[in-house]
């Protein structure tokens, strides 16, 4: 049960950024993607709900946008063998590239600096979400009361998700240099936190109201 809420919690978070488009707004947060082929795919799953196969490569980059379409997508060529490709293969556990993308100076909160973008290869159980495979590489994450991921690697301080000022653009996006590709982490490294408890997602039906009614008078408005 608590799956399907967060799944139907995430599909609901493109209409409300629509939302924030119509008002000439958008969010600075963590996005969340996947790697087909040679490119980058905007992740239809939220982090908490998706079970990525052994050799998945998937990403997160911190960028201001208004809507998944113009969402930045995290930068440098990100092959699986070029992050684990170090790391053997192992009965009963899986493993995800996971490249971190902590984004642009203009897109960091006030009097924060992001660090540079990396990547590391999570070795994880065979049924591990990559919420957990990312919580095993990448302490300490940071969740609000809804189960929205805000931080990554303490970054940023604070803040989930906050508004920009209206009118504000997405930043343009520099090229980068590849990430720095870090060290495999086995989850069996530290067993400390895998990802949102199941109590913080009590929060999220709240959330799905209030994103259904923002979608309901964007369309009313609209109409």
């Known amino acids: 049960m608590l799956l399907v809420v967060g799944a139907v919690l995430f599909a609901l978070l493109p209409a409300a950024s629509a939302v924030a488009a119509d008002a000439g707004s ?5 996005s969340f993607w996947e790697r087909d082929g040679a490119k980058w795919a905007y992740a239809t799953q939220g982090a908490a709900t998706t079970h990525p196969a052994d050799g998945s490569v998937q990403g997160f980059r911190f960028s201001v946008s208004r809507d998944s379409q113009d969402a930045a997508k995290p930068r440098g060529e990100a092959g699986f063998e070029a992050v684990c490709g170090k790391t053997p293969a192992k009965d009963g556990s899986k493993r995800v590239a996971l490249v971190l993308d902590f984004g642009t100076p203009q897109d960091a909160p006030d009097g924060e ?9 999570a070795q994880v159980g065979e049924d591990s979400t990559t919420a957990e495979a990312l919580a095993v590489v990448a302490k300490p994450l940071r969740y609000n009361n809804a189960a929205l991921l805000c931080a990554i690697s303490g970054y940023p301080k604070s803040g989930c998700a906050d508004q920009v000022a209206e009118g504000s653009a997405p930043s343009a996006d520099p090229a980068a240099p590849s990430p720095t590709t870090s060290h495999s982490v086995s989850a069996t490294d530290d067993g400390e936190g895998v990802g949102p408890s199941a109590g913080v ?22 109409g």
């Open 26 to 30: 958008g969010y600075r947060y963590w």
């Open 113 to 121: 600096s992001p660090p540079a973008p990396r990547s590391v290869c």
């Open 201 to 222: 997602l009590v929060g999220l039906a709240a959330v799905l109201a209030l994103g259904a009614a923002a979608v309901w008078q964007a369309r009313r408005r609209r």
